[in-house]
């Protein structure tokens, strides 16, 4: 999905939120106010943070999608995840409210006052909030999951504490209108029960947002996808040296994948590219991929599938077949007469040399095929 649609939809989403959190914000303060429910006006200061919370994400859903940059070369997704972070405190912050004023309204019945218990509105009120906001909060977080937006996402949840609030405050207010009495301070502990019920989720959201901005891994789940991707490559012996870690909805992966030694630069290239191009299929095209190729010698070219042509030239035309041997010593060059089995006789043919050669080769090739697949060989780089 392209960055424009996705911010598009996105903001569109944002903004269905905010015109009920706007709506649900004014009713409720009035329906606290005049109704005398500690836990209404609680519920009331919960969805204004919802208010905040809407035009922080449309602001870094923005940010977040400008393209890379001179001075941003992995784009600006970051930003969505501070967004989250934002979102994560200002839900805190709401907690620690409601928290001190269902406090404050336990304080003065401890204390011999005695507390009115709420109207009617308050409760009509706490069970309007119930439904709308459990709606936004599904409409929310569907939208989220199609997005691949960590901010939306985390809004969505705002959305259902808020939800959870209103109906903890309609119990609490149900209670105190129906029995009234000692019941009043029903409203109130509400109000508590609520705030550490909000703890809870801001510091989840808090949580995964730090750890993604101190660069943490992927999940396990995402990782060995994308293990299992890489192996699934043909043309690759092994691979090592995977790093993952996520950039606002997108994600880096840098891995090392051994290869054959007798491929050329560009049979090594195009298996590189084809891990690529499958990861970018699993996570996004605007993920970030990284792969190196390494050569690995001593192995069969017919290990790999037709699709990756092993025994043509090279970039420089020259055949890998056609290199002269590289472990010819000196006392060879110095001394002609001096055969590779080390009797004086007549002087090697270059055709025998290369026979010598290819045959030591295909010994060592064969021998270290066999520990590959008995799982006694390691590729890893050094």
Known sequence: ????????????????????????????????????????????????????????????????SKPEDRSHNYGHGKVETLCTVFVALVLFAAGVQILFWGMGRLGLLLDGYALEPPGKIALFAAILSILSKE??????????????????????????????????AALGIGTAVLFGGKWVAADPLTAVFLSLVIFETALKIFYKSLDELIEASLDEESKHTIEKIIRDTGGILSFHGLKTRKIGNSIAVEACIKVDASLNIREADRITDLVENRLKESFGEESYILIKAEPVSGLFPGLFPPEINNSGPDSSGVSSSEVKNPEVNSSEVKNPEVNSSG???????????????????ASNGFIKLLKWKLGLYNHDCK
Request: charged share 25%; with cysteine.
């Open 135 to 168: 709606a936004l909060y599904r409409y929310t977080r569907k939208k989220a999951l199609e997005l691949k937006s960590d901010a939306l996402l985390a809004n969505a949840w705002h959305h259902r504490t808020d939800a959870l609030s209103s109906g903890c």
């Open 1 to 64: 999905m392209k960055s424009d649609e996705r911010l598009k939809r996105a903001t569109r989403t944002t903004y269905t939120g905010l015109i009920v959190n706007l709506a649900l914000t004014a009713f409720k303060l009035f329906a606290g106010i005049v109704g005398n429910s500690a836990a209404m006006l609680a519920d009331a200061i919960h969805s204004f943070s919802d208010l905040i919370t809407d035009f922080v994400v449309i602001l870094g859903l923005r940010i977040a």
């Open 343 to 361: 009797i004086t006789g007549k002087k090697e043919s270059p055709g025998y040399r290369k026979f010598l050669s290819a045959g030591k080769a």
